[in-house]
């Protein structure tokens, strides 16, 4: 048995129901988080495996016993308590913050909620490792064993097609079938159906093509191929659905009468056109075209998809707008080749229905929802002419992997869970802490040592090529990704400098990061629409907010870090305060002096009219390191919301004299711009300002400002959002419940202006942070915040 047979044996319908229960998740839902959450685990377990983090994962895996059946652990005494204390534990402890991207991912896949997906895979992490126990895993084979091991849940190559008419592989592609042999093309192409066309449209668009398409689209080529084999059968489920009339079909079949440029005389994809950016421009003009008609509401789809492919929806939109016409033209030569009209059209379409799910690559099951098929029901819809279809030829099955002769370890009393405990918890805190700053670990000399100088964080670009460059360690190799798709690699060179040429990103903002030789830089940009009225603004990206660290063991919560350097008492007349909302007095534009004075007057005036200002900072100002004051003018006793770039601050209350200030804590150096909305939405004002560098003898040593929080309580906001203050001593340690479940701890220093500030990013629902001091866990908490995160 090998371990996609041993993995899926293990995870069967039994075990998904007992899951179900411990999860107290639907079955139906377990079963699509499992079929997408278990490749994702196990592929984010093989990224350690070059990793410090390899040894602690095999010293995980030999603390925990090898277990027969997910009902023989649920079985024991306390059983569904003790698997998720130990997934709770391990999560954090060997992936960091890859839990709650993990959750995300599958949740997207499996069309549930990132809780759901996230209590379900926090049961499984270490079901997974009890079975890699089983394997064979051990400290000295980790590396090598993962990788052999998650080979068989990668989407496997797709193997040559046997079908009448298809010969070599041609010069255009180098995929398979790719050319038809002359006299046997037009009968063997014109006696395709069910299983045997989509086994020929697979072949034709999988290899360089699939990977052009999808670089095409904006995604990283090592993920493009996929990408597209992933999109066939949702743009065919479309078509499908789209032909289930005469007049649909012959729609469809004028379409690709349009688009047979995209295949030359053997019918083969011409992709060569994707070189010419004009080209591209029409071709993904018509398939925007395709998309409008054949899907009513596209968002969705698009957005599903580019969750499932760890992209944006922008990016998979695009993907199928490039897909649509080489989609139809190959569909079109088929429909030529035998003379199809609209009816036999329509049937032949109808006879894929049932069988697309079957072209999903391996760990995107969670895909299927788009295809709105049943499994395992397959239409007997086949036109009475069609031809006898020689069998597709299959690869053969990967090699077993023969499980090591271990010792029955004892059953009743959930004994594991102590060695386990005591290795996570008393000794070993060693990988917690290790991962509690994300990816890899790396001093903070060699984070800082890989830095992009072009383009700075936040700039704004025009959607085309562009060149990336740096500073970093000689010799460095360097990885770099858009949106977590490696889109280029570069080589330091020997004075220090690298350059990358990237593909052209799609509109709206990306985050890129750098990675090599331990260190990590990343930045958000924002990439225009050439086709809007206005140009972008700049105002999305978030200069600072990209090195935070993540200390969340919940799946559905990403609290990051946020904190700028700041300079020596830059904040020492602006300590920060409760968002209360009233006036900061005897501040100029406050009116908390006389009503009677001018500036009361002003404000009132202002007040009357439902004029929303921003008096401080002045536009575009400068200024120090630290918390500063917003201050303003507005509608007495109006609630509206700050935003800091795209990142909530928190929601006030304009005071009765209509004025409102806010103490804004800690931001990261560099330019924002600071927006104020109302209840609905609506933008009521903004001020861009820049933050200041820290003073380089900076230190926060001597802290003694009295401890402040930004955010009250009970506030319902919208992520990511952000909240901190000043303080005194090491700093604040925040704790993070949903209920009475502890999901995650950040210990948050203070900064050199006495500051400090957390961002959280922990998906919809009630969730509770808890504020105390550095180092005293059991201190009774400074502040308990009970926010609501909206939809």
Same mark, same amino acid.
């Given at each position: 048995?090998?371990?996609?047979?041993?993995?899926?044996?293990?995870?069967?319908?039994?075990?998904?129901?007992?899951?179900?229960?411990?999860?107290?998740?639907?079955? #139906?839902?377990?079963?699509?988080?499992?079929?997408?959450?278990?490749?994702?685990?196990?592929?984010?377990?093989?990224?350690?495996?070059?990793?410090?983090?390899?040894?602690?994962?095999?010293?995980?895996?030999?603390?925990?016993?090898?277990?027969?059946?997910?009902?023989?652990?649920?079985?024991?005494?306390?059983? #569904?308590?003790?698997?998720?204390?130990?997934?709770?534990?391990?999560?954090?402890?060997?992936?960091?913050?890859?839990?709650?991207?993990?959750?995300?991912?599958?949740?997207?896949?499996?069309?549930?909620?990132?809780?759901?997906?996230?209590?379900?895979?926090?049961?499984?992490?270490?079901?997974?490792?009890?079975?890699?126990?089983?394997?064979?895993?051990?400290?000295?084979?980790?590396?090598?064993?993962?990788?052999?091991?998650?080979?068989?849940?990668?989407?496997?190559?797709?193997?040559?097609?046997?079908?009448?008419?298809?010969?070599?592989?041609?010069?255009?592609?180098?995929?398979?079938?790719?050319?038809?042999?002359?006299?046997?093309?037009?009968?063997?192409?014109?006696?395709?159906?069910?299983?045997?066309?989509?086994?020929?449209?697979?072949?034709?668009?999988?290899?360089?093509?699939?990977?052009?398409?999808?670089?095409?689209?904006?995604?990283?080529?090592?993920?493009?191929?996929?990408?597209?084999?992933?999109?066939?059968?949702?743009?065919?489920?479309?078509?499908?659905?789209?032909?289930?009339?005469?007049?649909?079909?012959?729609?469809?079949?004028?379409?690709?009468?349009?688009?047979?440029?995209?295949?030359?005389?053997?019918?083969?994809?011409?992709?060569?056109?994707?070189?010419?950016?004009?080209?591209?421009?029409?071709?993904?003009?018509?398939?925007?075209?395709?998309?409008?008609?054949?899907?009513?509401?596209?968002?969705?789809?698009?957005?599903?998809?580019?969750?499932?492919?760890?992209?944006?929806?922008?990016?998979?939109?695009?993907?199928?707008?490039?897909?649509?016409?080489?989609?139809?033209?190959?569909?079109?030569?088929?429909?030529?080749?035998?003379?199809?009209?609209?009816?036999?059209?329509?049937?032949?379409?109808?006879?894929?229905?049932?069988?697309?799910?079957?072209?999903?690559?391996?760990?995107?099951?969670?895909?299927?929802?788009?295809?709105?098929?049943?499994?395992?029901?397959?239409?007997?819809?086949?036109?009475? #002419?069609?031809?006898?279809?020689?069998?597709?030829?299959?690869?053969?099955?990967?090699?077993?992997?023969?499980?090591?002769?271990?010792?029955?370890?004892?059953?009743?009393?959930?004994?594991?869970?102590?060695?386990?405990?005591?290795?996570?918890?008393?000794?070993?805190?060693?990988?917690?802490? *290790?991962?509690?700053?994300?990816?890899?670990?790396?001093?903070?000399?060699?984070?800082? %040592?890989?830095?992009?100088?072009?383009?700075?964080?936040?700039?704004?670009?025009?959607?085309?090529?562009?060149?990336?460059?740096?500073?970093?360690?000689?010799?460095?190799?360097?990885?770099?990704?858009? *949106?977590?798709?490696?889109?280029?690699?570069?080589?330091?060179?020997?004075?220090?400098?690298?350059?990358?040429?990237?593909?052209?990103?799609?509109?709206?903002?990306?985050?890129?990061?750098?990675?090599?030789?331990?260190?990590?830089?990343?930045?958000?940009?924002?990439?225009?629409?050439?086709?809007?009225?206005?140009?972008?603004?700049?105002?999305?990206?978030?200069?600072?907010?990209?090195?935070?660290?993540?200390?969340?063991?919940?799946?559905?919560?990403?609290?990051?870090?946020?904190?700028?350097?700041?300079?020596?008492?830059?904040?020492? @007349?602006?300590?920060?305060?409760?968002?209360?909302?009233?006036?900061?007095?005897?501040?100029? @534009? %406050?009116?908390?002096?006389?009503?009677?004075?001018?500036?009361?007057?002003?404000?009132?005036?202002?007040?009357?009219?439902?004029?929303?200002?921003?008096?401080?900072?002045?536009?575009?100002?400068?200024?120090?390191?630290?918390?500063?004051?917003?201050?303003?003018?507005?509608?007495?006793?109006?609630?509206?919301?700050?935003?800091?770039?795209?990142?909530?601050?928190?929601?006030?209350?304009?005071?009765?004299?209509?004025?409102?200030?806010?103490?804004?804590?800690?931001?990261?150096?560099?330019?924002?711009?600071?927006?104020?909305?109302?209840?609905?939405?609506?933008?009521?004002?903004?001020?861009?300002?820049?933050?200041?560098?820290?003073?380089?003898?900076?230190?926060?040593?001597?802290?003694?400002?009295?401890?402040?929080?930004?955010?009250?309580?009970?506030?319902?906001?919208?992520?990511?959002?952000?909240?901190?203050?000043? @303080?005194?001593?090491?700093?604040?340690?925040?704790?993070?419940?949903?209920?009475?479940?502890?999901?995650?701890?950040?210990?948050?220093?203070?900064?050199?202006?006495?500051?400090?500030?957390?961002?959280?990013?922990?998906?919809?629902?009630?969730?509770?942070?808890?504020?105390?001091?550095?180092?005293?866990?059991?201190?009774?908490?400074?502040?308990?915040?009970?926010?609501?995160?909206?939809?």
């Amino acid at each position: 048995m090998n371990f996609a047979e041993l993995l899926h044996s293990f995870f069967d319908e039994s075990g998904a129901a007992r899951l179900a229960q411990a999860a107290d998740v639907d079955p #139906a839902e377990v079963r699509r988080i499992l079929d997408a959450g278990l490749p994702l685990q196990l592929n984010a377990l093989t990224g350690q495996a070059d990793t410090p983090a390899a040894a602690h994962l095999a010293e995980a895996v030999a603390s925990l016993p090898h277990f027969e059946t997910v009902g023989a652990v649920l079985n024991e005494p306390d059983g #569904a308590s003790n698997l998720r204390q130990a997934g709770e534990l391990l999560g954090p402890a060997l992936l960091g913050d890859g839990t709650g991207q993990l959750a995300r991912q599958a949740a997207g896949l499996a069309g549930t909620s990132e809780d759901r997906a996230g209590r379900v895979l926090t049961l499984t992490l270490p079901l997974l490792l009890s079975l890699l126990g089983r394997a064979g895993l051990t400290a000295g084979n980790v590396s090598t064993l993962l990788r052999d091991l998650s080979g068989p849940l990668d989407p496997p190559a797709t193997p040559p097609v046997v079908v009448p008419g298809l010969d070599a592989p041609s010069a255009e592609t180098g995929g398979p079938g790719d050319a038809l042999a002359a006299g046997a093309t037009t009968a063997g192409l014109a006696t395709l159906t069910g299983p045997a066309l989509l086994d020929w449209l697979r072949a034709q668009l999988a290899g360089p093509v699939g990977e052009r398409l999808g670089v095409a689209a904006g995604l990283g080529a090592s993920g493009a191929g996929r990408a597209t084999q992933a999109a066939l059968p949702v743009l065919l489920a479309a078509l499908v659905r789209r032909a289930g009339t005469d007049a649909g079909a012959q729609e469809l079949l004028d379409r690709g009468a349009a688009t047979r440029d995209l295949v030359d005389p053997d019918g083969a994809p011409v992709t060569r056109l994707l070189s010419d950016p004009a080209e591209t421009a029409r071709i993904e003009g018509q398939g925007r075209a395709l998309l409008g008609s054949v899907f009513p509401n596209l968002d969705p789809v698009t957005g599903r998809l580019g969750s499932a492919l760890g992209s944006s929806g922008a990016s998979a939109g695009r993907l199928l707008a490039l897909l649509g016409p080489f989609l139809l033209a190959l569909l079109g030569a088929r429909a030529r080749a035998g003379g199809l009209g609209a009816a036999d059209f329509r049937t032949l379409l109808g006879g894929l229905g049932g069988n697309l799910g079957g072209l999903l690559p391996a760990g995107l099951g969670g895909l299927r929802t788009l295809l709105d098929e049943t499994p395992d029901v397959v239409p007997a819809v086949t036109p009475a #002419a069609a031809a006898p279809v020689t069998p597709v030829v299959t690869p053969a099955a990967p090699p077993p992997v023969t499980p090591p002769v271990t010792p029955v370890r004892r059953g009743g009393f959930p004994w594991w869970i102590i060695p386990l405990l005591l290795l996570l918890g008393l000794g070993g805190c060693w990988l917690v802490n *290790q991962n509690r700053a994300a990816p890899p670990a790396a001093s903070s000399a060699q984070a800082a %040592s890989i830095v992009v100088t072009n383009p700075t964080s936040g700039a704004d670009l025009p959607a085309e090529p562009f060149t990336m460059s740096g500073t970093g360690p000689a010799s460095t190799a360097l990885t770099i990704a858009d *949106q977590g798709q490696e889109v280029a690699q570069a080589t330091v060179g020997a004075d220090g400098n690298w350059t990358a040429d990237l593909p052209a990103p799609t509109p709206g903002e990306h985050t890129y990061t750098v990675d090599g030789g331990g260190g990590r830089s990343e930045l958000k940009v924002n990439v225009a629409d050439a086709s809007a009225s206005t140009g972008a603004n700049g105002d999305t990206s978030t200069s600072g907010d990209t090195n935070a660290a993540s200390g969340s063991t919940d799946a559905g919560t990403a609290p990051t870090d946020s904190t700028g350097s700041a300079a020596s008492g830059a904040a020492t @007349g602006n300590s920060a305060s409760s968002s209360t909302g009233s006036a900061a007095s005897g501040d100029a @534009g %406050s009116g908390a002096a006389d009503p009677a004075s001018p500036d009361a007057s002003d404000a009132s005036t202002a007040a009357a009219a439902g004029a929303f200002t921003i008096s401080e900072p002045a536009a575009d100002a400068t200024l120090p390191a630290g918390t500063f004051t917003l201050r303003g003018n507005g509608t007495a006793r109006q609630q509206v919301e700050l935003f800091e770039d795209d990142t909530s601050l928190g929601k006030i209350t304009v005071g009765p004299d209509g004025t409102w200030s806010f103490d804004v804590p800690s931001p990261a150096a560099g330019p924002h711009t600071y927006r104020v909305k109302a209840e609905d939405g609506t933008e009521l004002a903004s001020v861009g300002a820049t933050v200041g560098e820290p003073a380089a003898d900076a230190s926060a040593a001597s802290c003694t400002e009295t401890y402040t929080l930004s955010m009250t309580n009970g506030q319902t906001v919208n992520e990511p959002f952000r909240f901190g203050g000043v @303080g005194q001593g090491q700093g604040y340690s925040v704790t993070v419940k949903r209920g009475a479940r502890t999901i995650g701890t950040k210990d948050i220093p203070l900064d050199a202006t006495c500051g400090w500030s957390y961002q959280s990013r922990p998906g919809p629902g009630k969730i509770t942070y808890e504020v105390r001091p550095l180092g005293d866990a059991a201190a009774a908490p400074l502040s308990t915040v009970n926010l609501t995160v909206a939809q």
